[in-house]
């Protein structure tokens, strides 16, 4: 328990905690489609060779590559390496990062730009 987030400690309240970790989700799966992207164009691959080489729809993979897919199965990933031949690690690897290891600059204050610019 001593490892646990204490919320209103950090003078936050559910809804800030809520949007933090959102937002460190939504920039996860954008690093994981970069590194989908960047892969597929270093092989030299369109969407669609790609799409048919995975056995995936042509709009999953865009939608995977812009990070639109917070609900993405690990058998999307997993047949997009292999299509790429490529560990799965490849694209997952910012998934699962430990706290701290992104670039967490103007989230850990509760406001980003993404905040102020929405009001």
Known sequence: MDD???VRSMGWTRA?????????IEDRYRQAGLLVKAERLRQGHTHESLA????LSVKTVSRAENG???E???????KLATALN???????APL?????????RGLMSGHSNADTNSK
């Not at 800030?16 to 460190?24: E, I, L, P, S, T």
């Open 4 to 6: 646990a987030i204490n």
């Open 16 to 24: 800030d905690f809520a949007r933090y970790f959102r937002r460190v």
């Open 52 to 55: 048919a080489l995975a056995g």
């Open 68 to 70: 639109m897919l917070h």
């Open 72 to 78: 993405t199965r690990g058998s999307t990933y997993r």
């Open 86 to 92: 490529v560990p799965i690690t490849t694209f997952t």
């Open 96 to 104: 699962f990062a430990e706290p701290g290891d992104e670039d967490q």
